[in-house]
């Protein structure tokens, strides 16, 4: 009997020594960059391109416009919206809608289309750091 206390007291004795002694687990610490981004929504205009263009992007009552005045320069003027315009397209950024119509013209119209844009997260600085942002696209085919 003496045998089984002295073991039972040996045993905790020894449990109680080594958790006072050994160094605790550290938390791993994440360090983050401080890349920023935002949502964005792309334009992909695929066909006959005219050099001067203007896109409208209507969500819900609100209708952003970009005018892009020479595809190969990418210059532009915009007209209501921040928004980009590419040898491609348009990008129109802070904007992520579910889905919107999406009007094309050059001196008239020369579509109209619904588009529902396929969206994917994108986070510069890594999965557990900030910004979220979206980043979506649609393709629009011309005439």
Not at 93 to 113: D, K, N, T
């Amino acid at each position: 009997m003496k045998r089984t206390i002295s073991v039972i007291a040996l045993s905790f004795m020894s449990f109680f020594f080594a958790s006072c002694f050994s160094t605790p687990k550290q938390e791993e610490v994440i360090e983050c960059t401080v890349i920023g981004c935002e949502d964005s929504l792309s334009i992909n205009l695929v066909g006959d391109v005219p050099e001067e263009y203007r896109v409208d992007l209507v969500i819900n009552d609100m209708i952003l416009s970009r005018e892009c005045i020479s595809i190969e320069s990418s210059e532009a003027s915009s007209i209501s919206a921040h928004a980009d315009c590419r040898e491609w397209g348009i990008i129109f950024w802070g904007f992520s809608p579910e889905e919107a119509v999406v009007r094309v013209y050059s001196g008239e119209l020369l579509i109209e289309e619904d588009i529902r844009p396929i969206y994917e997260i994108f986070q510069p600085n890594g999965f557990d750091c900030p910004p979220i942002c979206r980043v979506g696209s649609a393709i629009v085919r011309l005439q």
